[in-house]
């Protein structure tokens, strides 16, 4: 009886032992399991936070580089006419932003990327020095031209009324140089038996009407040879012209042609001067009052009437 009871005891003091060994061991297997989820999360975050400080820095570069391209492209855009001494320094940065984007979008390698954006910080530097000194002197030179355009305006305007002065001189002068036909004198002729002349009455007898008239003096007009178309018109309108008319009696008058009955050539030397032309009729005259119109250098200068019986 004893005995059992021993054995009841050794065997009660087994399990408390092995009870005891195994909460010993899930002990220690949940410590170690606890042990190892703490260690590989911390190896987890401190990873993360690696990653995120690399990405942050990564944006950094990018913005950075964004930045540069941005003030670049934007003085590209007003200097390009300007300068061609700028076209290498404009290749040079063209080829280290591809180089800076594939380090950083390609490679992510922030070292030698960060090397880069710092040379192409210098370049750019004495990209924008030399647009800065060309956009100065483009201003300079746009003052000095809208200096030139205001003087040049007020040249035109200057010339303009100069030319309108002109213009109205020129017709004062023209007006001014004008000639003058008056006192006018018409005689009635006709042959003899022995071919001289005589004076007639009547209009049917008359065989030529001579004109004798003086040009006025005057110191404007020019001096040279002139020549003065007369028109012979009779009471109904019609312009007198016979076989003695000239071939060349036509005139310009206010820009149309006209025709004359005859004209001589005179020398003009500013001075008064009388003039006389014969003229043959064709026709027999007839009675009536006629009209006697006188023109010098495409300008009406004078006229008058005489009646036939």
Known sequence: MKKRKKMEQIKNNISKIIIAILVLVIAIVSYSFYDFSQTSEKKFIESENLRILK?????????????????????????????????????????????????????????????????????????????????????????????????????????????????????????????????????????????????????????ILRCCFKISANQIAKAENKRVFVQYVDENGKLLQSSDTPNDNIFILDESELLSTTYVDFDYNNEETKVCIDWQRGDVLGRGTYKVYFYIDNKKVGGSSFKLN
């Open 55 to 207: 990405l942050e820095e990564e944006n950094n570069l990018r913005s950075e580089l964004d930045d540069i391209i941005e003030q670049y492209d934007n003085s590209r855009d007003e200097v390009d006419h300007l300068n061609l001494d700028l076209v290498g320094k404009q290749s040079e940065i063209d080829e280290l932003k591809k180089e800076i984007r594939k380090l950083l979008n390609v490679k992510h390698d922030l070292k030698e990327a960060k090397k880069k954006i710092v040379s192409l910080q210098n370049i750019s530097k004495k990209y924008f020095a030399k647009v800065d000194s060309l956009l100065g002197k483009t201003e300079e030179l746009q003052n000095q031209n809208t200096n030139l355009i205001t003087e040049n305006t007020h040249i035109k305007t200057k010339n303009k009324n100069l030319n309108e002065e002109n213009t109205d001189l020129n017709q004062r002068l023209e007006i001014g140089s004008t000639l003058e036909v008056y006192d006018v004198e018409i005689d009635r002729l006709k042959f003899g038996s022995h071919g001289q002349e005589r004076s007639v009455i009547w209009a049917k007898n008359i065989q």
